[in-house]
């Protein structure tokens, strides 16, 4: 009988490419999952992986075993978790990736404080704007901005997000503060730049009016926490997602311009690599991480929605 100890070892070293990773995971030594590995290989009279002494790679067969084991053993976890009660602590190691400014202006407190309430559970957070393939990386989830393309992903909306634009108040009562989108082209605007590209096209939508203005500005950065800070040191005007400049806005370091025109919706989405069962501390994290981005909106002003004919194309890459 196969032991569910050599498939955990066995599905971890896949995902992580690496047996002595897997080892440090699981919490034993590089002997004894390398010893798992044999046995199961014993047993089952194939090959798993090819390996030297730093990588691990899996042979045809190890991929076709690793898919059909995988899922199985999640359900096992389910399984364990539910007949302990759905009050059991949960622990146990959270892969995930997120934009820069969403993982430090948001993100951050909200992995404090879900520890404070399960402190079994680790994060390994991978924080970049760059979009990373969930597929070939070992990565529970990702946080995202924007309309997704078609894929094998799994997505779920967490909610809807606006653009606004901020400046500081000693800004506004030196250079006055814009009401309308065309009053941003006497304005210095900070840019925020992806892929080579400047996004100096700013969209927004009054009712069913819509306008997009070309500004310009001084400053232009590819680091969209850059892009904050600079508003922030009173620099010029920022195209911020809410959700990045919430803090700001209450807290009265930042204030938003052109109140009454809103910016393109960027909505916020969780994706996760294919559609198998999740385990219970993520989902248990997503179920959180909803409910206080729920709780802030719910506190902020909720502006009306933009069309559903404006392009993504126009709001940007992300959340710059």
């Known amino acids: 009988m196969t032991s569910l100890n050599d498939l955990h070892v066995f599905v971890e070293a896949a995902r992580l490419g690496s047996l002595s990773a897997a080892a440090r995971r699981l919490g034993r030594t590089p002997a004894a999952a390398s010893a798992s590995l044999k046995r199961l290989e014993a ?39 539910a007949i302990h009660g759905e009050c059991d602590d949960v622990g146990g190691e ?8 969403f993982a430090r202006q948001v993100l951050r407190p909200v992995l404090n404080d879900f520890q404070r309430q399960h402190p079994q559970v680790r994060f390994t957070l991978l924080a970049g704007d760059e979009v990373r393939d969930l597929v070939s990386e070992p990565l529970d989830l990702a946080i995202r901005f924007g ?17 606004v634009v901020v400046g500081t108040p000693d800004y506004f009562e030196r250079h006055g503060r814009p009401r309308r989108p065309e009053d941003l082209l006497t304005h210095n605007c900070l840019i925020y730049m992806s892929g080579g590209m400047a996004y100096r096209r700013w969209p927004f939508q009054r009712g069913r009016q819509t306008v997009v203005v070309e500004v310009h500005g001084d400053r232009i950065s590819n680091d969209g926490s850059l892009v904050r800070e600079w508003a922030l040191d009173g620099a010029g005007l920022a195209f911020k997602s809410e959700l990045d400049v919430r803090a700001d806005l209450a807290a009265g370091r930042l204030a938003e311009a052109c109140k009454e025109w809103r910016g393109l919706s960027l909505p916020l989405h969780v994706v996760f690599p294919g559609g198998g069962p999740r ?35 126009e709001s940007g890459p992300g959340p710059g």
């Open 43 to 81: 047993e089952l009279g194939i090959r798993l992986v090819e390996r030297n002494t730093r990588t691990l790679r899996l042979t045809p067969e190890g991929m076709l075993y690793r898919d059909q084991v995988e899922p199985g053993l999640a359900l096992l976890d389910e399984a364990r978790h």
């Open 94 to 101: 959270i892969r995930l990736t997120a934009p820069i400014d």
């Open 147 to 163: 309309e997704l393309p078609d894929s094998a992903l799994v997505a779920r909306k967490l909610l809807d997000n606006r653009r």
């Open 279 to 313: 385990p219970v501390r993520v989902r248990r994290f997503v179920e959180f991480l909803r409910a206080r981005l729920q709780q802030g909106e719910a506190a902020s002003r909720c502006l009306p929605g933009p069309s559903p004919g404006q392009r993504q194309a």
